[in-house]
């Protein structure tokens, strides 16, 4: 008999979430000029959690002029001096990190053992991290005294909000500039958690300002000519048309945008050690990751043995309660996007390819997708074109590996890369001729505050992270 999983669900005292939230601008909380708000819901019982302010034009322009003033004495301070804040905040981060992966999970869907075990700790890296540079920018490789850009506005998604927020927030304040960040509409709390943060490590007003909206306030945020930089996280659509806005203005620009990542199996790979790499490629935070393994590319030879292997696999993870430690596989973020996920789907076998998920039961609230693979696929079928940001895997073979370097390059992204195989040499050979900004090897989905991050072609430019991440940030 198969021992079955008691459940373990984490406590949702630990978190005190208000019934309304207002802007943060100028270090205070306010609401939207027009009075318009918004409703945050949790993906795993559509239950509301909150109000939010929609932060107008009016807002945007209030929340840039306070950074704007707050920029002439952060960006005078010894960066010695920014980095204390910086290290502050990064110890609250851990101090209240338990707080923050309950409130990640019930407001985004994914399971509590991922913001709990990867979120956080990371989020908390990155701003220890940045603080370690912030006296140290004359080090940095950027010349001798870099200054900094002045006012960033930053544009995050609803994937990884306080990890994407940490990526953009830390290099930015640690090379001097200040701040107005706009948080996903429907991942907004934990970035007004920051704001809370922000004051208790106290940071002087106006140096990190939070507009909550939708993609209006976004635009806004974008356009606003006080805004010096603009950094952008989300989908190659936005990320477009973003770039056709800042085009001919003097603001620079990073997007970091979709991606279709190949995760290649050669016939000497590890099996097992691959089919955990391939299930954390695909179906950590259910697929809803830009650089996610969503291709698998294996070796003719051993592709039977592989699939079993995966199907098996799949067979045991666990779907449901994204609060209970014991779920692998959460809520997908949103109606919208469970949407999307079902129509390409529907369009893969539409298309003729073979369809396969392990048998599991859906909750009957929230919005929910079973672990999918894909067999038979071509490169012409729109699941191995087109990101589907969800728990569903489109497996392709190859026979050689030029064959396998062609379709992992037939992509238009260039985000992320897998390997597999126990040959150091092929992996460097392979990887050298892979067009992808991040390639793993015999791992999937390893990040490091001090590694550099973005991608190729519709992926995007620049890089978030490490050294390169400061580069945006200052004038250079």
Not at 66 to 77: D, G, I, T
Not at 212 to 227: F, K, P, Q, S
Request: contains cysteine.
């Amino acid at each position: 008999m198969a021992f079955e999983y008691a459940p373990a669900p984490e406590s949702r005292s630990v978190v005190d979430i208000a019934p309304s939230y207002g802007l943060f601008i100028d270090g205070e909380f306010r609401d939207a000029s027009d009075g318009k708000v918004f409703k945050t819901v949790s993906p795993s019982t559509e239950e509301v959690l909150s109000e939010v302010a929609q932060a107008s034009a009016e807002d945007v322009d209030a929340a840039v002029k306070a950074a704007r003033k707050a920029f002439e004495k952060w960006s005078a301070l010894p960066g010695s001096e920014r980095a204390k804040y910086l290290f502050r905040i990064a110890r609250i981060i851990q101090e209240r990190s338990r707080e923050l992966a309950v409130l990640e999970t019930l407001d985004n869907g994914k399971p509590i053992k991922e913001t709990r075990d990867a979120d956080l700790p990371l989020v908390a890296a990155h701003f220890f991290y940045y603080a370690g540079w912030a006296d140290k920018l004359g080090h940095a490789g950027f010349g001798p005294d870099p200054k900094p850009l002045g006012v960033a506005g930053q544009v995050i998604p609803w994937n990884f909000p306080l990890l994407m927020l940490a990526w953009k927030i830390a290099p930015a304040l640690a090379a001097g500039n200040t701040v107005v960040l706009k948080p996903a509409e429907t991942t907004p709390l934990s970035a007004l958690f920051f704001a809370d943060i922000c004051r208790q490590a106290g940071l002087p007003k106006g140096v990190v300002n939070i507009l909550t909206g939708d993609g209006t306030t976004g635009a806004a945020l974008v356009a606003h000519d006080g805004i010096d930089k603009v950094a952008f996280t989300g989908s190659t659509a936005v990320g477009k048309a973003i770039a056709r806005t800042v085009a001919g203005t003097d603001k620079k620009l990073t997007l970091e945008l979709g991606g279709k990542g190949a995760n290649i199996v050669f016939d000497d790979a590890p099996i097992d050690q691959a089919v955990e790499g391939i299930i954390n490629g695909i179906f950590f935070n259910q697929g809803q990751v830009c650089c996610a393994g969503s291709r698998l590319l294996v070796q003719e030879s051993i592709q039977d043995e592989l699939l079993d292997a995966l199907k098996r696999r799949m067979s045991t993870l666990r779907v449901g309660d994204p609060l209970d430690k014991n779920t692998d596989v959460g809520a997908i973020n949103s109606a919208e996007q469970l949407a999307r996920i079902r129509a390409l789907a529907d369009s893969g076998e539409a298309e003729g390819a073979e369809r396969w998920a392990p048998a599991c039961e859906l909750p009957a609230n929230g919005y929910w997708f079973a672990p999918t693979l894909f067999t038979g696929v071509s490169q012409a079928h729109r699941i191995a074109r087109e990101e589907i940001f969800g728990p569903v895997l489109s497996v392709l073979s190859f026979r050689t590996p030029a064959e396998a370097v062609a379709k992992a390059n037939n992509s238009e992204y260039g985000l992320s890369a897998g390997i597999w195989t126990e040959k150091g040499s092929r992996m460097l050979a392979v990887a050298s001729k892979l067009r992808a900004g991040v390639i793993w090897a015999n791992t999937f989905n390893k990040f490091d505050p001090t590694s550099p991050f973005g991608g190729y072609k519709e992926s995007g430019f620049g890089r978030e992270g490490g050294r390169h991440g400061l580069e945006a940030y200052l004038d250079v």
